[in-house]
Nanobody
Framework: QVQLVESGGGLVQAGGSLRLSCAAS????????MGWFRQAPGKERDFVAT????????YYADSVKGRFTISKDNAKNTMYLQMNSLKPEDTAVYYC?????????????????WGQGTQVTVSS
C-alpha cells in the first residue's frame, strides 16, 4: 500500500494556472502507475490523466488534453498535475491514485490507493 497526499488546490480565475502535487510514502513510488481523477459536486469521479511508473508515457482525458500536463519525480516520490488555461468546468475535487505495476488505466477501480483530494475552484 502507498499513502498519498494531494496539495496545491485553490481558487483561480478562468484562464489561470495551478499545479497540483501528490506526495507518496510507503512502497517504492517508482513501481506505480499513477493517475489523477476529479469529482465535481453531484457527479461521478472521472479520469483526468495517468502516467507510467517511469514517467515516460502519459494519457489524458480529451477534456484536458493540451491544457494539463502530468509528470512524476521518482526521486522525490511526487507526482504533479500542471493545469493551464483553466475553465469553470474544471472545478472539482482532484484525487491522485496509485496502481501497482501493470498498464495505464482510465478506470477508477483499477487503482488501489487514493489520496484525500484537493479542491480546485475556477471562477468565471
Amino acid at each position: 500500500q502507498v499513502q498519498l497526499v494531494e496539495s496545491g488546490g485553490g481558487l483561480v480565475q478562468a484562464g489561470g494556472s495551478l499545479r497540483l502535487s501528490c506526495a507518496a510514502s510507503g512502497r517504492p513510488f517508482s513501481n506505480y502507475v499513477m493517475g489523477w481523477f476529479r469529482q465535481a459536486p453531484g457527479k461521478e469521479r472521472d479520469f483526468v490523466a495517468t502516467i507510467t511508473p517511469s514517467g515516460r508515457s502519459t494519457y489524458y482525458a480529451d477534456s484536458v488534453k493540451g491544457r494539463f500536463t502530468i509528470s512524476k519525480d521518482n526521486a522525490k516520490n511526487t507526482m504533479y498535475l500542471q493545469m493551464n488555461s483553466l475553465k469553470p468546468e474544471d472545478t472539482a475535487v482532484y484525487y491522485c491514485a496509485a496502481r501497482l505495476g501493470g498498464y495505464l488505466s482510465t478506470i477508477r477501480s483499477a487503482y488501489e490507493d487514493w489520496g484525500q483530494g484537493t479542491q480546485v475552484t475556477v471562477s468565471s
